[in-house]
Each structure stands twice: as structure tokens, then as C-alpha cells.
């Protein structure tokens, strides 16, 4: 089973901050494989980016996503209020996994 | 737009077998392009993938889970399902049906809250 190690636990930031969260796997994940999630309380996950660099439909283009092999990124240029919240991110392998998130809250 | 919504008891007894099922509307479980997941997340903590099913029936669970999850499809009522046998309390989660690819989720049901408890 692949690993995914996300960081930090926990990123403090202010609105209009740049905001880079990282996820790591034990092993090489295909870069058609990664994807990243925004979650708020009390709702399900939203598809951010996938193919570790596509931007899912109606995802503003201050998300962007990069990496491959074992390092990713996830990237918000420039925080608005509606962006503070927990970020998984997730691959296919044998199976899929998730990380543990990071959660971005307010500085 | 395709939506999802899970449906089943939010309460099952210890030893017992946890049943959901998702209803699929705005599009065909049928279509074939897409592999259909059941996701959970206890309180406070992360994600975990259960297993998916394809329309034809074909299915892949994770290997942690494996020995006590059946998914099954009924492509007329556009609906899938999971039993979750044998129960504990670490079992208790939000439980979530998803649409994928082999790449992502791009749609989620809101959730039920399952809990395990006598």
C-alpha cells in the first residue's frame, strides 16, 4: 500500500497569503494518479486538481497543483476566506489512499 | 449534473452487518466510464477508501477491509450498495458514496453518519 504523507499538520495564513501544502508517497505515484481535495465542516470533499496538475471544473485558477514521482504540491497563490479549510490529497496505486490533510486555517 | 445520496440506518449494533446504498441521479450508473466508490471518514480523522464497483459488477476492494465488504450494483434502480459485515465500534464514520476514475472523485454524495453502538 502507498503511503501518503501530507505537511505540515497544520498551516497558519492570512487572506492573500500564498499557501503551499505538500504530500509525499513512501513509493513513485504516476503523476495521472495524484489528486488533491478541499473539505469544510459538515460537507463532503471537493475535486480540486487531478492528474496532479488539472484544475477540476470550476476550481478558480489560484489552485494549481505540481510534482511527480514521489513529491506534490499543492499551491493557493493568493488565500481568500473560503480557501481556510482541511486539503487531502490522493492516489491510485493498487488502490487509492488518502493523506492525513492539512488543515489551513486562519492566522 | 450527477448527484449522489447515500441511504441506510445510522445506527447498527456491534457484531451486526452495516447496509447503504447510494441513488445515482443525473446520469447512467450504465455509462461505463466511471468506477463507483464507497468512502469513509471517522469523526474527526481522515479519509478511507472501502471499494468500488464498476456497472458491469466487477468489483476491487481495499485490502484492509476486504474479508467483510460486498458491493453490489442494481443498474434498473441506478443505485449500488455496501455491506459492511461484522461491525465495531472503529467502524463507526461518515460513510460516503463517490463517482471515479482511476484518477479522482468528481462527485460525492453529502454523506450519512454510521454509528456502531448496542
Known amino acids: 500500500e502507498i503511503v501518503l504523507t501530507q505537511s505540515p499538520g497544520t498551516l497558519s495564513l492570512s487572506p492573500g497569503e500564498r499557501a503551499t501544502l505538500s504530500c509525499r508517497a513512501s513509493q513513485s505515484v504516476s503523476s495521472s494518479y495524484l489528486a488533491w481535495y478541499q473539505q469544510k465542516p459538515g460537507q463532503a470533499p471537493r475535486l480540486l486538481i487531478y492528474g496532479a496538475s488539472s484544475r477540476a471544473t470550476g476550481i478558480p485558477d489560484r489552485f494549481s497543483g505540481s510534482g511527480s514521482g514521489t513529491d506534490f504540491t499543492l499551491t493557493i497563490s493568493r488565500l481568500e476566506p473560503e480557501d481556510f479549510a482541511v486539503y487531502y490529497c490522493?492516489?491510485?496505486?493498487?488502490?487509492?489512499?488518502f493523506g492525513q490533510g492539512t488543515k489551513l486555517e486562519i492566522k | 449534473q450527477v448527484q449522489l445520496q447515500e441511504s441506510g440506518p445510522g445506527l447498527v449494533k456491534p457484531s451486526q452487518t452495516l447496509s447503504l446504498t447510494c441513488t445515482v441521479s443525473?446520469?447512467?450508473?450504465?455509462?461505463?466510464?466511471?468506477?463507483w466508490s464507497w468512502i469513509r471518514q471517522p469523526p474527526g480523522k481522515g479519509l478511507e477508501w472501502i471499494g468500488y464497483i464498476y456497472y458491469s459488477g466487477s468489483t476491487y476492494y481495499n485490502p484492509s477491509l476486504k474479508s467483510r465488504v460486498t458491493i453490489s450494483v442494481d443498474t434498473s434502480k441506478n443505485q449500488f450498495s455496501l455491506k459492511l459485515s461484522s461491525v465495531t465500534a472503529a467502524d463507526t464514520a461518515v460513510y460516503y458514496c463517490a463517482r471515479g476514475t482511476v484518477t479522482a472523485f468528481d462527485y460525492w454524495g453529502q454523506g450519512t453518519l454510521v454509528t456502531v453502538s448496542s
Open positions: 490522493q492516489q491510485y496505486g493498487s488502490a487509492y489512499t
Open positions: 443525473g446520469g447512467s450508473i450504465s455509462s461505463g466510464d466511471y468506477y
